[in-house]
């Protein structure tokens, strides 16, 4: 089979499939233009500028700012995004002008033979044409956990992914045209998944939506009626419309995701989907793999300790790793002691994560394996306590077995019949342990994370290295073959007392995720193994290492590009960073929104003037919300992600906003005496609104770190050039001359702030 030819290839339908990772040019520019509030605050901005003054038309230029930042903070994320997708992206191996090549999966064409090893995704559908020993898992398409053997002329679809043996096929359908796409075509697509904050913004934007139509109708009317200028009425109305819409509310969680993004690109982590970056906030335990994990790759052959003399183990060793078209590390690692025999091999086994053991039928020589000890053989054989003792210092243990008959490999799990193979050797492979491991677990340790080593390998082993890094309890390793499949209460009960677990199967994996996010914890999986896929995909969010299989990276929503489990930190450190700011920026943004709703009821229900303009509320909004935001929004923090969002923006926000409201109107109106100019009474409001929301950034702000102090200080330094500068005052249409109102409005505006922080604090919203 010498595949395609380049003749064939250059006219060929290629592989075409949008990267899930990112959107377009075009999808990022209309999303951040052709908005809900960009329509709004546009159509407000033109009725101020025909019936108003330009001044008051200031806040217009919000709709630039927020698109112009969206859509520069959103193409930074992009082309992050897009660089580490490329890196991120496993080669295809084919068969070309009769020589095999590695391409990306965009070249792959339609009539390309495509060649096959364990942990290889399937990008295209296509016939299966070669076939040794060749496993298909198919469970992301139907569901069905067991592998599927493939033969000949059976057809393999995308979205699969191979987990033993190796062989080839013709692709038969690609792009849009194969399986996996057509299924899902959204998930091939930039898409947000499921996500509580921002379902909880979408919520408030919703619901504000619905309050501003009739609000703004009884503001306007009242306006219209109390006014003999139609420009102040207009103006008025809009300071107060305008200042109900968080319009930068959106703006300022999509840059906190994008910035988290770009972030995390820079320490060589790829965030395949966004909304992982709040789930990373979320995580309150951790599922680790213990090989590729918490040990380096790569093994190291130790010791081969015969169990019966007499047989040629150099040999069967050099022959089974031989055997192995697509040798694992353990092949590896044998081969570079025993390379190469005259050993041929007929039919073979290869090796599974399910089955544990691989083996191949030399003919003359008799049929060999090579697995796992506690798999192979009987707690009665020969060897069976030696290596049950070896595995108790942290070295992982095989058993070399022959046997006269090769088994048939039949279900994944199935085990062998006892007393059916005889012990030869046992074959000890030494483990690196991360240099970085023991400062990353610490590090959730002291996070509240709980750490849950789960592997395949020998719990005494798996034991053995969890104690040499100070894994809580990991000295009591559960073997897995003995837990409650059938009863996930009883497994939950298991997983929550229990730290460390070996001989843990694929399928198992999966049902430890389930088990522990039933028992309402939000789980992350590590994992690089093809063993991994299903976990991965299952938890809350997975994380693959760089060096995993490419179906492992497939499905991960977060790869370390550079195998760095010191990574980790970071990358749940940026979660919580994300989480935490977007809550503070959302408790100023919707503060603002309440004050302006119970402002426009107050003026409206009692038919006064709103107490201030649309230039005032330009200002006032800048300094107390629009510039604080974007740098609390970017700033550092270690903050645990609580659930409970929304009920808890709602419990700051609803009660600050109703007091700065009512400061805000028993200013204007104790300043109202019927000789002062309404200039003068909105700027004693104007004060009273600064001082109150000031107070709010100064809550939100805490803890008040020397950075943040600065930050708050030099607002309320701007405001106060803003009152003294003569060009500025007149630009902004304060009159801040009489004494007695602006005292008055500053007691009130401290009496305001008592109780903001009184009743925040009942509302157990604030964090310390």
């Given at each position: 089979?010498?595949?395609?030819?380049?003749?064939?290839?250059?006219?060929?339908?290629?592989?075409?499939?949008?990267?899930?990772?990112?959107?377009?040019?075009?999808?990022?520019?209309?999303?951040?233009?052709?908005?809900?509030?960009?329509?709004?605050?546009?159509?407000?901005?033109?009725?101020?500028?025909?019936?108003?003054?330009?001044?008051?038309?200031?806040?217009?230029?919000?709709?630039?700012?927020?698109?112009?930042?969206?859509?520069?903070?959103?193409?930074?994320?992009?082309?992050?995004?897009?660089?580490?997708?490329?890196?991120?992206?496993?080669?295809?191996?084919?068969?070309?002008?009769?020589?095999?090549?590695?391409?990306?999966?965009?070249?792959?064409?339609?009539?390309?033979?495509?060649?096959?090893?364990?942990?290889?995704?399937?990008?295209?559908?296509?016939?299966?044409?070669?076939?040794?020993?060749?496993?298909?898992?198919?469970?992301?398409?139907?569901?069905?956990?067991?592998?599927?053997?493939?033969?000949?002329?059976?057809?393999?679809?995308?979205?699969?992914?191979?987990?033993?043996?190796?062989?080839?096929?013709?692709?038969?359908?690609?792009?849009?045209?194969?399986?996996a796409v057509r299924l899902a075509e959204e998930a091939s697509r930039f898409h947000l998944a499921h996500s509580e904050l921002r379902d909880g913004v979408a919520n408030f934007i919703k619901y504000i939506t619905w309050l501003v139509i009739p609000i703004g109708a009884l503001l306007l009317y009242s306006q219209l009626r109390n006014s003999a200028d139609f420009g102040t009425a207009i103006t008025g109305a809009v300071a107060g419309i305008v200042t109900m819409i968080p319009e930068g509310l959106v703006l300022m969680t999509s840059i906190a995701f994008a910035v988290g993004v770009v972030r995390l690109g820079r320490r060589r982590c790829l965030v395949q989907e966004l909304p992982a970056i709040e789930g990373l906030a979320r995580v309150d335990v951790l599922c680790l793999d213990k090989t590729?994990?918490?040990?380096?790759?790569?093994?190291?052959?130790?010791?081969?300790?015969?169990?019966?003399?007499?047989?040629?183990?150099?040999?069967?060793?050099?022959?089974?790793?031989?055997?192995?078209?697509?040798?694992?590390?353990?092949?590896?690692?044998?081969?570079?002691?025993?390379?190469?025999?005259?050993?041929?091999?007929?039919?073979?086994?290869?090796?599974?994560?399910?089955?544990?053991?691989?083996?191949?039928?030399?003919?003359?020589?008799?049929?060999?394996?090579?697995?796992?000890?506690?798999?192979?053989?009987?707690?009665?054989?020969?060897?069976?306590?030696?290596?049950?003792?070896?595995?108790?210092?942290?070295?992982?243990?095989?058993?070399?077995?022959?046997?006269?008959?090769?088994?048939?490999?039949?279900?994944?799990?199935?085990?062998?019949?006892?007393?059916?193979?005889?012990?030869?050797?046992?074959?000890?492979?030494?483990?690196?342990?991360?240099?970085?491991?023991?400062?990353?677990?610490?590090?959730?340790?002291?996070?509240?994370?709980?750490?849950?080593?789960?592997?395949?390998?020998?719990?005494?082993?798996?034991?053995?290295?969890?104690?040499?890094?100070?894994?809580?309890?990991?000295?009591?390793?559960?073997?897995?073959?003995?837990?409650?499949?059938?009863?996930?209460?009883?497994?939950?009960?298991?997983?929550?007392?229990?730290?460390?677990?070996?001989?843990?199967?694929?399928?198992?994996?999966?049902?430890?995720?389930?088990?522990?996010?039933?028992?309402?914890?939000?789980?992350?999986?590590?994992?690089?193994?093809?063993?991994?896929?299903?976990?991965?995909?299952?938890?809350?969010?997975?994380?693959?290492?760089?060096?995993?299989?490419?179906?492992?990276?497939?499905?991960?929503?977060?790869?370390?590009?550079?195998?760095?489990?010191?990574?980790?930190?970071?990358?749940?450190?940026?979660?919580?960073?994300?989480?935490?700011?977007?809550?503070?920026?959302?408790?100023?943004?919707?503060?603002?929104?309440?004050?302006?709703?119970?402002?426009?009821?107050?003026?409206?229900?009692?038919?006064?003037?709103?107490?201030?303009?649309?230039?005032?509320?330009?200002?006032?909004?800048?300094?107390?919300?629009?510039?604080?935001?974007?740098?609390?929004?970017?700033?550092?923090?270690?903050?645990?992600?609580?659930?409970?969002?929304?009920?808890?923006?709602?419990?700051?926000?609803?009660?600050?906003?109703?007091?700065?409201?009512?400061?805000?109107?028993?200013?204007?109106?104790?300043?109202?005496?019927?000789?002062?100019?309404?200039?003068?009474?909105?700027?004693?409001?104007?004060?009273?609104?600064?001082?109150?929301?000031?107070?709010?950034?100064?809550?939100?702000?805490?803890?008040?770190?020397?950075?943040?102090?600065?930050?708050?200080?030099?607002?309320?330094?701007?405001?106060?050039?803003?009152?003294?500068?003569?060009?500025?005052?007149?630009?902004?249409?304060?009159?801040?001359?009489?004494?007695?109102?602006?005292?008055?409005?500053?007691?009130?505006?401290?009496?305001?702030?008592?109780?903001?922080?009184?009743?925040?604090?009942?509302?157990?919203?604030?964090?310390?």
């Amino acid at each position: 089979m010498d595949g395609l030819t380049s003749a064939q290839v250059s006219g060929a339908k290629t592989n075409h499939v949008p990267r899930r990772s990112s959107r377009s040019l075009g999808a990022i520019i209309r999303a951040n233009v052709f908005t809900l509030f960009n329509l709004v605050i546009g159509v407000l901005w033109a009725l101020v500028l025909i019936f108003g003054e330009w001044q008051d038309g200031l806040f217009g230029l919000v709709i630039v700012a927020n698109a112009l930042i969206g859509i520069i903070q959103e193409l930074r994320a992009k082309r992050t995004l897009d660089r580490l997708a490329v890196i991120n992206e496993a080669p295809v191996r084919v068969r070309r002008d009769g020589r095999e090549r590695e391409i990306q999966p965009r070249q792959v064409v339609l009539g390309d033979l495509i060649l096959l090893g364990p942990g290889d995704r399937l990008l295209v559908d296509g016939e299966v044409v070669a076939s040794d020993g060749l496993e298909i898992d198919e469970s992301l398409l139907t569901g069905e956990a067991d592998p599927v053997r493939k033969k000949p002329g059976d057809e393999v679809l995308s979205g699969s992914f191979a987990v033993a043996g190796s062989g080839a096929f013709v692709a038969t359908k690609v792009g849009t045209d194969a399986y996996a796409v057509r299924l899902a075509e959204e998930a091939s697509r930039f898409h947000l998944a499921h996500s509580e904050l921002r379902d909880g913004v979408a919520n408030f934007i919703k619901y504000i939506t619905w309050l501003v139509i009739p609000i703004g109708a009884l503001l306007l009317y009242s306006q219209l009626r109390n006014s003999a200028d139609f420009g102040t009425a207009i103006t008025g109305a809009v300071a107060g419309i305008v200042t109900m819409i968080p319009e930068g509310l959106v703006l300022m969680t999509s840059i906190a995701f994008a910035v988290g993004v770009v972030r995390l690109g820079r320490r060589r982590c790829l965030v395949q989907e966004l909304p992982a970056i709040e789930g990373l906030a979320r995580v309150d335990v951790l599922c680790l793999d213990k090989t590729g994990t918490l040990t380096a790759g790569g093994m190291e052959l130790g010791e081969v300790l015969p169990l019966a003399g007499g047989h040629p183990v150099g040999d069967a060793l050099a022959a089974l790793a031989g055997a192995d078209h697509h040798p694992n590390a353990t092949a590896r690692a044998i081969r570079e002691r025993y390379p190469s025999t005259d050993w041929t091999a007929g039919a073979t086994v290869p090796f599974s994560s399910a089955r544990k053991w691989s083996g191949a039928d030399f003919g003359p020589h008799g049929a060999w394996l090579l697995g796992a000890p506690d798999v192979l053989l009987d707690r009665a054989a020969d060897g069976y306590e030696r290596a049950a003792e070896l595995a108790l210092s942290g070295t992982r243990v095989l058993a070399l077995c022959r046997t006269d008959i090769l088994p048939e490999p039949g279900a994944a799990e199935a085990p062998l019949e006892p007393g059916s193979v005889e012990a030869v050797a046992l074959i000890t492979l030494k483990q690196r342990i991360r240099p970085d491991a023991h400062e990353t677990l610490r590090y959730f340790a002291e996070q509240g994370v709980t750490v849950k080593v789960i592997s395949g390998d020998n719990p005494d082993a798996v034991a053995a290295i969890a104690t040499s890094l100070d894994i809580p309890d990991g000295h009591r390793a559960l073997d897995a073959r003995t837990l409650p499949d059938d009863d996930p209460d009883k497994l939950g009960e298991l997983l929550d007392t229990h730290t460390v677990f070996g001989r843990v199967t694929p399928r198992q994996k999966r049902g430890f995720v389930s088990a522990l996010q039933a028992r309402g914890h939000t789980v992350a999986m590590t994992g690089d193994g093809v063993n991994d896929v299903l976990a991965l995909k299952d938890a809350d969010l997975g994380i693959c290492m760089g060096a995993g299989s490419p179906a492992t990276k497939a499905v991960a929503q977060v790869v370390l590009l550079d195998d760095r489990f010191a990574s980790l930190p970071h990358v749940v450190g940026e979660g919580r960073r994300v989480l935490a700011n977007i809550e503070r920026v959302s408790n100023l943004f919707l503060t603002k929104t309440f004050y302006a709703i119970a402002l426009s009821l107050l003026t409206g229900v009692l038919g006064l003037m709103f107490p201030f303009a649309p230039r005032h509320s330009t200002l006032t909004n800048a300094l107390t919300i629009g510039i604080p935001a974007f740098f609390l929004a970017l700033a550092p923090t270690l903050e645990r992600a609580r659930p409970g969002f929304v009920p808890r923006v709602m419990r700051f926000a609803i009660p600050a906003g109703v007091l700065c409201a009512g400061a805000v109107f028993l200013a204007f109106w104790a300043a109202h005496d019927g000789v002062s100019t309404l200039t003068a009474d909105r700027t004693s409001a104007v004060i009273a609104l600064f001082l109150t929301t000031w107070w709010v950034l100064v809550l939100i702000a805490r803890p008040l770190t020397p950075w943040r102090v600065a930050m708050v200080a030099s607002m309320a330094a701007l405001f106060g050039l803003a009152l003294v500068i003569p060009f500025v005052r007149d630009f902004f249409a304060l009159e801040p001359g009489d004494i007695g109102n602006d005292l008055t409005a500053v007691g009130i505006s401290a009496v305001a702030a008592v109780l903001i922080s009184g009743a925040v604090r009942l509302a157990g919203t604030l964090r310390p």
